[in-house]
């Protein structure tokens, strides 16, 4: 059974820091990806990151290039967020997802966490 549990979610000020856990149970990430997606009130899901652990390929939204890193801890069979240097258009709730061979888009994903709610204010 496929299960994502997130955690590290919370408020924090614009400019800040935090990181997302994605702790995953019933897939092997050597053939399994972990993408983070995000979703806003009122907007479309967003494909935010994405690392296979089979050959260590990464991939980010355009909009948080330099500013987010996903990494893997497979001895936890964790995938971390590490979101800086946060803005207010960051304020979402961000889902970890599983799908078997290459990132995909959000719609491709088969395995979803419940979701953690990141949100960035003052």
């Known amino acids: 059974q496929v299960q994502l549990v997130e955690s590290g979610g919370g408020l924090v000020q614009p400019g800040g820091s935090l990181r997302l856990s994605c702790a995953a149970s019933g897939v092997n990430l050597d053939y399994y990806v972990i993408g983070w997606i995000r979703q806003a009130p009122g907007k479309e899901r967003e494909g935010v990151s994405c690392v296979s652990s089979s050959d260590g390929s990464t991939y980010y939204a355009d909009s948080v290039k330099g500013r987010f890193t996903i990494s893997t801890d497979n001895a936890k069979n964790t995938v971390y967020l590490q979101m800086n240097s946060l803005k207010p258009e960051d304020t979402a709730v961000y889902y970890c997802?599983?799908?078997?061979?290459?990132?995909?888009?959000?719609?491709?994903?088969?395995?979803w966490g419940q979701g953690t709610q990141v949100t960035v204010s003052s």
């Open positions: 997802a599983t799908r078997w061979g290459l990132c995909g888009r959000p719609s491709e994903y088969d395995y």
